[in-house]
């Protein structure tokens, strides 16, 4: 069993900054890919940012300069730092990993719960 725990989410005023921290645990192989989406109220999951395990990253034009993501491979852990945050970046914020279970050959997509991200004054 795997499992990826998201932390970090909460109310901050425009122009503040957070940090998600997202872990993945349990029977775990390897991990491959790790990223962030987030979903709006009556807007569709959209990607956010990935990092390959190797470092290289991809980010949304919207958080592009704003948005940083970075992981620790050791510890099955990506994080989110996020500055300049504006009410439009209100949202639900989902961890996403590519991970193989100990034992299995196949890498298996796992999504955290999420965590809620409120940017109001």
């Known amino acids: 069993q795997v499992q990826l725990v998201e932390s970090g989410g909460g109310l901050v005023q425009p122009g503040g900054s957070l940090r998600l921290s997202c872990a993945a645990s349990?029977?775990?192989?390897?991990?491959?890919?790790m990223g962030w989406y987030r979903q709006a109220p009556g807007k569709q999951r959209e990607l956010v940012a990935t990092s390959t395990s190797g470092g290289a990253t991809n980010y949304a034009d919207s958080v592009k300069a704003r948005f940083t993501i970075s992981r620790d491979n050791a510890r099955n852990t990506v994080y989110l730092q996020m500055n300049s945050l504006k009410p439009e970046d209100t949202a639900v914020y989902y961890c996403?990993?590519?991970?193989?279970?100990?034992?299995?050959?196949?890498?298996?997509?796992?999504w955290g719960q999420g965590t809620q991200v409120t940017v109001s004054s």
């Open positions: 349990g029977s775990i192989g390897s991990v491959s890919a």
């Open positions: 996403q990993a590519y991970v193989r279970p100990r034992f299995y050959t196949n890498y298996v997509n796992y």
